[in-house]
């Protein structure tokens, strides 16, 4: 079984400051790793993510993860945050070593940037 | 370019009628999940399907619930009788299957709700 958790509900953050949006996963062989981002009545964009190689992915907007297999963590993390970057933000995990192709999703964390 | 598109965007529906949401995946893709969000459960897999066939239909919540992709840029989901504990986002995503870099992308969702 593959499962996520996103500790934090919610996260506030003041323009201009670095952020941080923390997820761990479980899974019984090697990850896949998303970050997916949610605004308001709106469908899931897609961030980033781990395959392989560099524990350090970059993507979309500015954002980039760090992938720790000790820690089974995947944390999104933005040096300088915008008030726009205020979002609901999914992290996601697939087994690559199984044929089983659908994401698993964490609960959400709600970033909130204030100006 | 066209994403995945999704119809329609909002449905209201009475308990106990028939109700069919559509997906249009992106062209080229091979593989279409149908995922559920709700408050209390989050983003849940629906069913998945690889080359139009069905792989994964686990997720299905009961036999209320169907699933048809009759070709590669088509599939339903059809939910009859409906009942308001059906009310959810009804996100469907594609992507194409057997390259590493198996992102899914998402439609911007129906939302459904029963009364």
């Known amino acids: 079984a593959q499962s996520v958790a996103q500790p934090e509900d919610q996260v506030n953050v003041a323009e201009g400051n670095p952020l941080t949006v923390k997820c761990t996963y479980s899974?019984?062989?090697?990850?896949?790793l998303f970050w997916y981002v949610q605004y308001p009545n709106r469908g899931l964009q897609f961030l980033l993510k781990?395959?392989?190689?560099?524990?350090l992915v970059k993507g979309s907007y500015g954002f980039e993860a760090e992938f720790n297999k000790s820690q089974t963590s995947f944390h999104l993390k933005k040096p300088s945050a915008l008030v726009s970057d205020s979002a609901l933000y999914f992290c996601?995990?697939?087994?690559?070593?199984?044929?089983?192709?659908?994401?698993?999703f964490g609960s959400g964390t709600r970033l909130q940037v204030q100006p | 370019d066209a994403g995945v598109i999704q119809s329609p965007r909002h449905e209201v529906t009475e308990m106990g009628q028939e109700v069919t949401l559509r997906c249009k995946p992106i062209?080229?893709?091979?593989?279409l999940f149908w995922y559920r969000q709700t408050m209390m459960r989050g983003l849940e897999l629906l069913i998945y399907f690889n080359n139009n066939v069905p792989i994964d239909d686990s997720g299905m919540p009961e036999d209320r619930f169907s699933a048809k992709m009759p070709n590669a840029s088509f599939s339903t989901l059809k939910i009859q009788p409906s009942e308001p504990r059906d009310s959810a986002v009804y996100f469907c995503a594609s992507s194409i299957t057997g390259q590493r870099q198996e992102t899914q992308y998402f439609g911007p969702g129906t939302r459904l709700l029963v009364l």
């Open positions: 062209s080229g893709h091979n593989s």
């Open positions: 996601a995990v697939r087994d690559r070593d199984t044929g089983r192709r659908a994401l698993t």
């Open positions: 781990y395959i392989t190689g560099d524990n």
């Open positions: 899974v019984s062989g090697n990850p896949y």
